[in-house]
């Protein structure tokens, strides 16, 4: 079970970001799919959820408006589009494979994780 990240990197405040994660299809595409961040000295927050389909999306307040989840089960992928990036979105952000086909919030909900890729917004 492998789950992969990338697409981190440093921009300025106000620029954009698209997130990728990749996974083995046989834990992604009958699976919910979360993004996840850590900030230095702080707990792993839920930023975005997708259902196993994309019929059904989940975000963390501060992002909506800003973030987009989608995903592409014939490629095995989810992205994260991120736009209007504030300093505070400065993470390690982590894709996660949930326990169900729905959408969730809760890491008690996911059990595959893959490697986090660092997001830094610099003002």
């Known amino acids: 079970v492998q789950l992969q990240a990338s697409g981190g990197g440093s921009v300025q405040a106000g620029g954009s970001l698209r997130l990728s994660c990749v996974a083995s299809r046989r834990t992604f595409t009958n699976n919910g799919v979360g993004w996840f961040r850590q900030a230095p000295g702080k707990e792993r927050e839920f930023v975005a959820g997708?259902?196993?389909?994309?019929?059904?999306?989940l975000y963390k307040e501060s992002v909506k408006g800003r973030f987009t989840i989608s995903r592409d089960n014939g490629k095995s992928m989810v992205y994260l589009q991120m736009n209007s990036l504030k300093s505070e979105d400065t993470a390690v952000y982590y894709c996660?494979?949930?326990?169900?086909?729905?959408?969730?919030?809760?890491?008690?909900?996911?059990?595959?994780w893959g490697q986090g890729t660092l997001v830094t917004v610099s003002s």
């Open positions: 997708i259902s196993w389909n994309g019929g059904s999306t």
């Open positions: 996660a494979a949930a326990r169900t086909a729905a959408v969730a919030n809760q890491k008690a909900s996911y059990n595959y």
